[in-house]
């Protein structure tokens, strides 16, 4: 099986986001997970009505993360996008049996990218989790050890998919989501599901954590 490298869908996908920061009609929720060498980066964004933006950093296996007023975790979202082999995985890495950085590189950086927006009379929710390398030399071993939970084509599972219509619901949330953009809930669950993640994570990771992050 060959992995679709998805550079290309990650700098598509922060090319719509900076659309929607400068949209003046669009409604949108934007949220980067990154988790590196023991270390996590959080960015929640709202746009529409009301605009907000939360930064956080942290601990891999703390649930106390703290606002990063040091642009760490800005910084590592750059670092992110400028990555030249960023591969995507699938449903079945969700598994804590299949946990995605067992294998990978320790300069690996995994990344929940969760996007939906309201525009134009459609509204659109992605969800997809990556991880991202410098070189083909760090990636060869986690795509030659687990490539079967690595994409080779479009990822459409029911908890991490590409691009679809917010109305085709598959896991609950999707209507959650519309009334939040329409300015109808107080809150969306991304919340929940990066805290499930995190956790995950954290099992198999506790011993590499290092101190402190985000300096």
Request: with cysteine; charged share 25%.
């Amino acid at each position: 099986m060959t992995e679709f490298n998805y550079r290309e869908y990650v700098q598509s996908l922060w090319r719509k986001i900076e659309y929607f920061r400068q949209s003046g009609s669009a409604a949108a929720q934007i949220q980067f997970a990154l988790f590196r060498d023991g270390c996590g980066y959080r960015s929640y964004e709202e746009l529409g009505a009301k605009r907000s933006k939360t930064v956080q950093t942290g601990l891999l296996t703390s649930d106390n993360w703290r606002n990063d007023s040091s642009g760490s975790a800005e910084r590592e979202i750059a670092r992110f996008l400028s990555l030249s082999e960023i591969y995507a995985f699938t449903d079945e890495a969700l598994d804590i049996r299949r946990h995605p950085l067992r294998n990978a590189h320790w300069d690996t950086t995994l990344a929940l990218v969760e996007m939906a927006f309201l525009a134009d009379g459609g509204a659109w929710h992605q969800r997809m989790l990556f991880a991202g390398f410098a070189n083909r030399d760090q990636a060869d071993f986690l795509t030659t050890i687990d490539g079967d939970i690595l994409a080779s084509k479009r990822v459409m599972g029911q908890q991490l998919f590409e691009w679809r219509p917010l109305s085709e619901k598959t896991d609950g949330t999707d209507r959650t989501i519309v009334n939040h953009l329409s300015g109808n809930t107080p809150r969306a669950p991304h919340d929940r599901r990066f805290g499930r993640l995190r956790r995950c994570l954290a099992r198999t990771t506790r011993s590499l954590a290092p101190d402190v992050c985000g300096a």
